[in-house]
């Protein structure tokens, strides 16, 4: 079993920045890809970033929605078993409850896995208010 606990949401006027984390127990997510959801009032659940497991190196592929490239940034610390939001310039329409989730399989793994039905496990979510 694994628990996922996101923390680091607020509210921030725009152009503000916030980092979210994501900290997993119960198993560790070294192995895995990682990505990060957002919904928004009355909206589905949309795909905002995603990791792939950094297979023993230093270096994790990365994959954005449209939306936030170039504005946000997903990292992860396997040593503390946690992945990261950065959240940079900030917009209205970002408002929305993150959330993280654990790709279903360890391997293979498919970059670009946008869907919600690719992810297994999921964390309770992080409010994000963004003001205008």
């Known amino acids: 079993q694994v628990g996922l606990v996101e923390s680091g949401g607020g509210l921030v006027q725009a152009g503000g920045s916030l980092r979210l984390s994501c900290a997993a127990s119960g198993r560790t997510l070294s192995s895995y890809a990682m990505a990060w959801f957002r919904q928004a009032p009355g909206k589905e659940r949309e795909f905002v970033a995603q990791?792939?497991?950094?297979?023993?190196?230093?270096?994790?592929?990365?994959y954005y929605a449209d939306s936030v490239k170039g504005r946000f940034s997903i990292s992860r610390d396997n040593g503390k078993n946690t992945v990261y939001l950065q959240m940079n310039s900030l917009r209205p329409e970002d408002t929305a409850v993150y959330s993280c989730a654990r790709y279903f399989s360890a391997s293979p793994f498919r970059l670009g896995a946008i869907r919600e039905y690719d992810y297994d496990y999921w964390g309770q979510g992080t409010q994000v208010t963004v003001s205008s």
């Open positions: 990791i792939s497991s950094s297979g023993g190196t230093p270096y994790s592929a990365t």
